[in-house]
């Protein structure tokens, strides 16, 4: 085993890029040495290239050898051929870690390939190199400015991810972003030939920077390590998995992806349940689990009130929570009157759903029936529905109008002191999309757990509870 | 039962909206008036309200009888309580049809409200006048130019709704048009005091105009005479159904919506199988029925080929093809190496999901990999899958030119004999949300199937095949 402790792979002084080219057009180029730049990384940035001179307006190096100072971390661009050379050049420049981008090793299936990785993990442990991959896009630390997408957030947060997968980080990234929930640590780690889950999952679990972790996983070389580990992270904080493979075809996917074996997913559904990790199926669940865990103080039980207008979207909302795991108790008469008092709208149901289309009416009515709901002691939650797409009116004017001063109603939710959510559902037109994004924003900014759809939002506070339950 | 055939409810000579208002600000004279002059309705409307001289540049009359000509439609804005009155004016006006948005009936579970829907009904039999609603949004009929909904296409297809919830009908309007569906004949009923589910599924499978028939129902006064009707209908036409009231709290809540009984579950679930319809969750996978009806050929059999760029995505999107009912069958070697002398990138799986990045390559490599995936005999279709926020570099100008080609690469996939669909699938960026707008415009102009998810294609293609299999 390498004598590097993994932290080296967050916090190097210095990286070498092996494989950049200064051709504008050069994707892989635009993907690692940009981010850097973008992030103003401030340890030297080494192009490694022997066809250029400079590249993106740094001097290049024909060799790793060749660079001056000492080199942390590599992040390797070159064909997998190459790769055996780069390793040995790692070792004599004591390169700390380096990052494999290249792919073409076990995942392929193939004899020459899987002989390749071993290769490559003799000589990076002959030298004391970690290695990260291969078939990776490595490590986003907004905190040490590193980053290999250029527009990830720079705002650092304290969620980890441990992705097999790189596309499952961008997505995850962007999509948890536009929620207000910001991660410090992601790292890909494609065939996991020396640095692995295992490891990552150690790691992560006593990173003091580190509350969640989150993890996206196809399959593991030594399970029963995996497990360990993750029990013992799972004592310590929450952690949330997405784990790949549950199907037939799902498992050849793993296995031609980053040539993890999957397993039989029951064996791993009850062993992720017994580590004590909250097991989701995508990465939707995932970001709505974190959003959930930042944002909303622990529901005494899974009781919910939920307002907003339309009768069919109140069937539906009613539908989704129960399909999600909460329950609706009925409005009492005491209550339902109290709201009557604020809306005489001909057609509200003022049951639960409670369907009031409070937005023409604006604050003045709406805070009394917040008060009332808060007020309701059989609710251990609000949850607050709306379908731009349902309403009837959707001028340019008219959601302008409308939009603004749903945004002023977000203030006031912000401000309920129950357990609340808020969900824009179902979204296809232009203006529908617009005004989730504006509403999406608010409660970004006022700390407000935000939902695309009730069900999504039901089924991550329902796991929330039983996170909770369980502990 | 009243004499007029259900015809009239759709070629109204004249329309009067009763309780149109002139202030700018009355938001149900912006749904049900404003829809009228924005689609150009080509025959006389008269708004009825004393206090106003003229509302909407019309002149409006203090009474319905008032009028001076014959009025066909009669379009209720008024208070319940002002409703029988109404009903009233309309017999003596030989009104054919009147609809309710009027709300207040027996969805409040009250007496007073039942009692005055069972007065409505009995006044508007005596004088043979249709009665529509109460409690619902009416008519969007394109061929005659009538809408209650101002963004509604102007374009007439040749599809029906038949809904208890207006809500659901602006959902699924919208949502359908943007993928290149269009309704000939939408009919919001609410209550069903007297045109009910059977009475509209019945004309709906008579009507020459309507291919497919779509219905949103909550529950049914009279279940056998509804499935007695929907299967002679299924017999004649493609029948998709939204059933709700699925969970004790949906039931409750459609019983508040429209005072429908939502019934047994399982029961209902039996029953619309054997009537031969198919029933789908919500109103996207109503849409995508319609888009696999509307744009696929009949594949023959469930084996799907899978194209697309990322190893996480394709995981994914193997998945998620076997959960919705797909089949991915190996890409023999032949066809492998086939592709390969295409795609030489390293990284690359080349099983299936078959993981390219063609992109960068324009239609140069994109054709042959699309003829090479048409002669495979094992492949029933293609299935070319596409997740923009998993992608790495996604800055303005990058995702200009990648948006641009990729249209280009629709137009190629377009000439594809085998049936296709395309996905872009999760979106949550600005950038994102633009491309699946761009893409989906593209398959929209081509007629190419888009769905925005590989499950939910998966899932509808094989509700799509199970039903051509019953038949």
């Known amino acids: ?49 022997p066809k250029f001179q400079e590249v993106s307006g740094l001097k290049a190096y024909p060799n790793l050898r060749d660079i001056p100072g000492p080199v942390d971390h590599v992040i390797s661009l070159v064909p997998a051929a190459a790769t055996p050379q780069l390793l040995t050049d790692c070792v004599a420049k004591q390169v700390k870690a380096i990052q494999l981008f290249t792919a073409g090793f076990v995942e392929t299936g193939e004899a020459d390939g899987i002989r390749l990785q071993k290769e490559l993990v003799r000589i990076a442990r002959s030298g004391g190199v970690r290695l990260l991959g291969p078939n990776c896009v490595g490590i986003y630390c ?7 997408c250029a527009d ?43 640095v692995n889950e295992a490891d990552l999952m150690r790691f992560m679990a006593n990173d003091p920077e580190t509350d969640i972790i989150t993890a996206y996983i196809e399959g593991t070389t030594d399970g029963q390590r995996f497990l360990k580990v993750l029990t013992e992270a ?26 993890a074996l999957a397993g039989d ?33 622990v529901p005494k039980g899974r009781k919910v009130a939920v307002v907003g207008a339309g009768g069919g979207a109140s069937v539906r909302a009613a539908e989704e929570c129960e399909a999600g795991g909460l329950k609706l108790p009925a409005l009492p008469d005491a209550l339902r009157a109290e709201i009557n008092r604020y809306f005489s709208l001909a057609g509200s149901m003022l049951r639960n759903p ?37 309403e009837p009116v959707r001028t340019e004017e008219f959601v302008r109008v409308v939009v603004d001063m749903r945004r002023g109603m977000v203030r006031s939710f912000s401000n309920v002191r129950k357990p609340k959510a808020l969900v824009v559902h179902t979204l296809e037109t232009p203006s529908g999309l617009d005004e989730m994004v504006a509403l999406r924003e608010e ?14 939002a039901a089924l991550a506070i329902s796991r929330y509870i039983g996170y909770h339950e369980r502990r």
């Not at 907004?142 to 290999?148: C, F, K, Q, T």
């Not at 799972?234 to 040539?259: L, N, Y």
């Not at 791993?268 to 930042?294: C, I, N, P, Y």
């Not at 369907?355 to 709901?373: F, K, Q, S, Y």
């Open 1 to 49: 085993m390498s004598h590097q402790p993994l932290n080296v792979i967050f916090h190097p002084r210095s990286i070498a890029v092996v494989g950049a080219s200064a051709a504008a057009t050069n994707l892989h180029t635009r993907m690692f040495l940009d981010p850097l730049l973008e992030f103003g990384y401030p340890g030297q940035i080494y192009p490694v290239n």
């Open 142 to 148: 907004p905190g040490s400015r590193i980053s290999y």
């Open 152 to 194: 990830f957030p720079k705002q650092a947060g304290r969620v980890a991810f441990i992705a097999q997968s790189g596309g499952y980080t961008y997505l995850a990234v962007r999509m948890a972003a536009g929620r207000g929930v910001y991660f410090g640590k992601v790292t890909s780690y494609g065939n996991a030939a020396d």
């Open 234 to 259: 799972a004592a310590k904080k929450p952690v949330i998995i997405i784990k790949k493979g549950r199907t037939e075809a799902g498992r050849r996917g793993t296995s031609s992806h980053t040539g």
């Open 265 to 297: 997913d029951q064996v791993w559904d009850t062993a992720l349940r017994q580590a004590g990790a909250v097991r989701v199926e995508d990465v939707d669940e995932l970001v709505d689990m974190l959003v959930t865990f930042s944002f909303m103080p």
């Open 354 to 390: 409670v369907d009031i289309l409070a937005e023409p009416l604006g604050d003045a009515a709406w805070v009394p029936v917040l008060n009332t709901l808060e007020g309701w002691p059989e609710a251990d939650m609000i949850l607050w529905q709306m379908s731009p797409d349902m």
């Open 443 to 456: 409660c970004r900014e006022r700390g407000v757990a935000f939902y695309p759809s009730v069900y999504r």
